[in-house]
C-alpha cells in the first residue's frame, strides 16, 4: 500500500534552517508530483509547496517563497524540503502528499498522506 | 488567491441524522477542481472527495459531495461514530491550492 514517511523535523531557533524528508514505498514513485501541506498547533491546513514528477518544476505558497525549497531524488524515492530563515510562524506539522495524477505539470488534490513531523521555531 | 468559507464552523448531530456541509469559493474554481478531507485528532487528513463528486477508495457511499462553480456541498446520510471529525474542502483549479477554515462535526 502507499506508504509516506516525513522526517526531520525539530525544534530549530528563529532565523535557523531545517531539512524535511519524504520517503514513498508502495508506488511508482518517479511519474508522481509531491505537495507539502502544514498544519500550525490547533490550526487548520495550509498547503506550502508542490513539485513536479521530474523535479523540473516548483510552486509555493507565497507565505514560504524565497525561503523554502522542495527538491527529489527519484532513484531514492525521496523528496526533501529545505527550510531557510525559519518563523515562530513556520511552526507546523509539516505533511508530504501524493498527487494523483501521473506526469502531470501542475498540482491537483492530496491523495494519499504521510504522518507528518512537527517543526517548531522558537528561542 | 481563491478563498474558501466553510459553514458552520461546529455541527452537531446525533448518529443516524444526515449532517450537510457548505464550502463557498471567493471565485469560481475550475473544472469543479474541489476535494474534501476528513480529519480526526492526532491523525493525518484524508481524502474523501475529488472533482466535487468522486469518492476517492474505500469511502462509504453515504458520503457525497455536489456542486459547481462557488457553492460545494459534502453531504453524510446515516451518520456513525468514525464520521465525528473535522472536515476540509479544498480546491485545486488554481494554484495556491487553498483549504477552507474546517468544520468540527461533532456528537449532540
Known amino acids: 500500500q502507499v506508504q509516506l514517511v516525513e522526517s526531520g523535523g525539530g525544534v530549530v531557533q528563529p532565523g535557523g534552517s531545517l531539512r524535511l524528508s519524504c520517503e514513498a514505498s508502495g508506488f511508482t514513485f518517479s511519474p508522481y508530483g509531491i505537495h507539502w501541506v502544514r498544519q500550525a498547533p490547533g490550526r487548520g491546513l495550509e498547503w506550502v509547496a508542490f513539485?513536479?514528477?521530474?523535479?523540473?518544476?516548483?510552486n509555493y505558497a507565497d507565505s514560504v517563497k524565497g525561503r523554502f525549497t522542495a527538491s527529489r531524488d527519484n532513484s531514492k524515492n525521496m523528496v526533501h524540503l529545505q527550510m531557510n530563515r525559519l518563523r515562530p510562524e513556520d511552526t507546523a506539522i509539516y505533511y508530504c502528499?501524493?498527487?494523483?495524477?501521473?506526469?502531470?505539470?501542475?498540482?491537483?488534490?492530496?491523495?494519499?498522506w504521510g504522518q507528518g513531523t512537527l517543526v517548531t521555531v522558537s528561542s | 488567491e481563491i478563498v474558501l468559507t466553510q459553514s458552520p464552523g461546529t455541527l452537531s448531530s446525533s448518529p443516524g441524522d444526515r449532517a450537510t456541509l457548505s464550502c463557498r469559493a471567493s471565485q469560481s474554481v475550475t473544472g469543479e477542481f474541489l476535494a474534501w478531507y476528513q480529519q480526526k485528532p492526532g491523525q493525518a487528513p484524508r481524502l474523501l472527495i475529488y472533482g466535487a463528486s468522486n469518492r476517492a477508495t474505500g469511502v462509504p457511499d453515504r458520503v457525497s459531495g455536489s456542486g459547481s462553480g462557488t457553492d460545494f456541498t459534502l453531504t453524510i446520510s446515516r451518520l456513525e461514530s468514525e464520521d465525528f471529525a473535522v472536515y476540509y474542502c479544498q480546491q485545486y483549479g488554481r494554484s495556491p491550492y487553498t483549504f477552507g477554515q474546517g468544520t468540527k462535526l461533532e456528537i449532540k
Open positions: 502528499a501524493k498527487d494523483p495524477e501521473a506526469g502531470s505539470l501542475r498540482g491537483y488534490y492530496f491523495e494519499f
Open positions: 513539485i513536479r514528477y521530474d523535479g523540473r518544476n516548483q
